[in-house]
């Protein structure tokens, strides 16, 4: 009998958010049985369930306990307690993920004499975003008739369902294909982890575990090692040009007195302009390799 508790994550089963979430646990050290169609993978490394569920579903499953934990975008997040504050009040964006990002935006057809908000009173506007287009209107002193669509929306204005729309728009390219301009943006949004109320201590800890390897994987991912040779009295200057490095190791080379070895993990980018500037101060043999992972 197993009476080991177990942490419940449910993220997108198919989507835009599938992979990187699955990658994201993955990274995490995490094992799971592959079978993509069934609604449950069991991690046989780590005491959690992942449950592969649509991205609306989510805020549910956590507003009712079924999981503790979730990946969806701000936007799905936000939207559910935009219309129903009491049901989903309690859950907390816990974690940004850098991925998913979009926006949702008020866009107009070409043509439309758009200047500013006022523009909208009185108008029909498409959405499947009624409660934060609602909100925002609101809070803008505007009042128009919103349309709720579940997809399409962008069609909504060649087929005169409605005169404008309000939808989620990442490279734009959809909007301009429809012949619509972006206007107002009223939400910027990416995936985030989201946590419920976890009453169990034990669950609240493999929480904070999950949570300190997901934080861990964000920072190697943005950290590079960087390994050069300095000639010693230039020394301080290679440090100043490091970016965001703290200590770094300093070693003699063998053989050389003029020269030392510098180490050193930068939690920033390391681009081309910083190795040509630790050039121009001396340094050769340099390079630049990527982080793993990452513990303090
Ligand atoms: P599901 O079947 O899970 O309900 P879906 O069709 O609602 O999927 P996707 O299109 O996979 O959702 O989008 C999931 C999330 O990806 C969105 O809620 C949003 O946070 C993010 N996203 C990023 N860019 C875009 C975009 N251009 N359009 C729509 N969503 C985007
Ligand atoms: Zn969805």
């Known amino acids: ?49 992942v449950f592969l569920v649509r991205d609306d579903d989510i805020p549910a499953f956590l507003a009712t306990d079924v999981c503790q934990l979730g990946v969806l975008g701000q936007n799905v997040l936000r939207e559910k307690q935009a219309v129903d504050n009491g049901k989903f009040v309690g859950l907390v964006e816990e974690l940004p993920l850098g991925y998913g990002r979009c926006r949702l935006s008020i866009a107009v057809p070409q043509g439309f004499a758009y200047d500013g908000l006022a523009s909208l009173q009185g108008k029909t506007i498409a959405t499947s975003y009624k409660g934060l287009l609602g909100a925002y209107l609101t809070a803008n002193n505007i009042s128009a008739d919103i349309v709720t669509m579940e997809g399409a929306v962008e069609v909504a204005p060649r087929t005169h369902l409605a005169d404008v729309i309000c939808d989620l728009v990442s490279t734009g390219n ?123």
């Open 1 to 49: 009998m197993d009476s080991e508790k177990r942490l419940k994550i449910a993220i997108q089963k198919s989507g835009r958010l599938a992979d990187m979430s699955l990658q994201l646990l993955e990274k995490c050290g995490i094992q799971l049985s592959k079978s993509r169609d069934q609604l449950l993978c069991r991690s046989q490394n780590f005491p959690l369930d």
């Open 174 to 296: 959809t909007l301009i294909s429809n012949g619509l301009v972006e206007t107002d943006v009223i939400l910027q949004s990416e995936a985030v982890l989201v946590k419920n109320q976890i009453a169990d201590a034990e669950i609240a800890q493999l929480c904070d575990k999950l949570m300190s390897r997901i934080k861990a994987v964000q920072r190697a991912a943005q950290s590079r090692y960087i390994m050069l040779n300095s000639p010693t009295d230039s020394l301080a200057a290679i440090k100043a040009v490091l970016p965001g490095s703290q200590s770094p190791t300093v070693m003699p080379l063998q053989g050389r007195d003029d020269m030392v070895a510098v180490h050193a993990v930068c939690e920033e980018g390391v681009f081309w302009d910083t190795m040509e500037e630790l050039k121009a101060n001396g340094a050769n043999s340099i390079l630049v390799v990527p982080i793993e992972k990452m513990l303090d």
